[in-house]
C-alpha cells in the first residue's frame, strides 16, 4: 500500500475539486441567465406586436363611430 499523501496534497486535492464545482454551478448560473434574457426579449417582442395588433383593431373598429354629423 502506498503511504497517505502530505496534508497540502489533500488541501490541494480538496481545493482543486471545490474550484472544478463551482465553475461547473457558475457555467450552469450563466447558461440559465442567458436563458432568462433571451425568454424576455421574446416575450417583450411578442406582447409588442400584440399591442400594436390590438391598438390596430381598436382604431379599424372605432373608426367610423366618429364619421357623423357634429352640432
Known sequence: MSPPPPPTQHVKLLFSEQLSK???????????????RSFSKQRAAI???YAQVRTHALF????????????
Open 60 to 71: 379599424r373598429s372605432t373608426a367610423g363611430q366618429f364619421t357623423g354629423t357634429f352640432y
Open 22 to 36: 463551482l465553475q461547473c454551478k457558475q457555467h450552469q448560473d450563466t447558461e440559465l441567465l442567458e436563458e432568462i
Open 47 to 49: 406582447e409588442k406586436e
